[in-house]
């Protein structure tokens, strides 16, 4: 769960650049999304980077 200040920022973030105003519960699910995604990108590159490690180098 995203803590209250970082969904303050999120929420200014959101009114600054696309000029609407989300319900608490609408601006928790995007705050929530936003972890979730880049939890998934940062396993995704994790994978990819152990997967390079374990192959053989050509020469």
Same mark, same amino acid.
């Given at each position: 769960?995203? &803590?209250?200040?970082? #969904? &303050? /920022? #999120?929420?200014?973030?959101?009114? /600054? !650049? %696309?000029?609407? !105003?989300?319900?608490?519960?609408?601006?928790? /699910?995007?705050? +929530?999304?936003?972890?979730? %995604? %880049? /939890? #998934? #990108?940062?396993?995704? !590159? +994790?994978?990819?980077? +152990?997967?390079?490690?374990?192959?053989?180098?050509?020469?």
């Amino acid at each position: 769960m995203v &803590n209250q200040q970082l #969904l &303050n /920022e #999120l929420k200014q973030i959101i009114k /600054e !650049d %696309f000029k609407t !105003d989300l319900t608490p519960e609408i601006l928790s /699910e995007v705050g +929530n999304s936003l972890v979730r %995604f %880049f /939890e #998934l #990108l940062i396993k995704i !590159d +994790n994978q990819s980077q +152990n997967t390079l490690k374990k192959k053989p180098k050509l020469i």
